[in-house]
């Protein structure tokens, strides 16, 4: 079993920054990629950014250029520095750790919850 464990969310105003964290332990043998999603009210899980083993970035639309997705391969930590926050970032920040050989198997965090409010 894996565990995922996020923290640094936060309630924070209009332009100001964030920088989530997620670590993973346990039965970790090849972690192929990590990454971040959120969820608002309402609204169904997205990908906000992911960052694969070879160091190949993915970012959703909305936050490119604000956003940056960096990796620690010797801590198995993931981060997710957020500047310039809107109102419309504001949801539950999901960590995902995915792993696997032939199969993969994708394991969650708890969730932290980013608020931008003035």
């Known amino acids: 079993q894996v565990h995922v464990v996020e923290s640094g969310g936060g309630l924070v105003q209009p332009g100001e920054s964030l920088r989530l964290s997620c670590a993973a332990s346990?039965?970790?043998?090849?972690?192929?990629?990590m990454g971040w999603y959120r969820q608002a009210p309402g609204k169904q899980r997205e990908l906000v950014a992911f960052i694969i083993s070879g160091g190949t970035t993915t970012y959703a639309d909305s936050v490119k250029g604000r956003f940056t997705i960096s990796r620690d391969n010797a801590k198995n930590t993931v981060y997710l520095q957020m500047n310039s926050l809107k109102p419309e970032d504001t949801a539950v920040y999901y960590c995902?750790?995915?792993?696997?050989?032939?199969?993969?198997?994708?394991?969650w965090g708890q969730g932290t919850q980013v608020t931008v409010s003035s």
């Open positions: 346990g039965s970790i043998f090849r972690i192929v990629g």
């Open positions: 995902n750790v995915r792993q696997g050989t032939w199969t993969v198997s994708d394991y």
